[in-house]
């Protein structure tokens, strides 16, 4: 078609008569259907993040890498003593079921 949306300007026009791309004319249906401060608080609380929050979430990927390359301890009974923990040369596993943490 070549007519650029009036909203983002990158993709093209759903028709001729049609001022907006399929995206942009959903979001203006949506903005029509719901309250447009509800949505726009949505947006704020989903898309938008405060230094706070940007470094809760680094750390948290942080934590993941170093737990992802820290070898995992196998424990295993030795005389009815469940504390002795066996070490290999290369990694170490556990036969405990661990959960995963909740982020």
């Known amino acids: 078609m070549g007519f650029k949306c009036y909203f983002c300007d990158t993709r093209d026009r759903v028709g001729y008569w049609s001022n907006w791309c399929e995206d942009c004319a959903n979001l203006r249906r949506m903005l029509l259907l719901y309250d447009p401060k509800k949505c726009t608080d949505i947006l704020k609380r989903t898309l938008t993040r405060d230094d706070k929050q940007i470094d809760f979430k680094v ?7 170093v737990l992802n390359e820290l070898p995992v301890i196998k424990e295993e009974e030795k005389d009815g003593n469940s504390s002795d923990t066996e070490y290999d040369n290369t990694t170490i596993t556990t036969k405990k079921k661990l959960r995963p943490r909740k982020i």
């Open 59 to 65: 750390n948290q990927e942080i934590k993941k890498i």
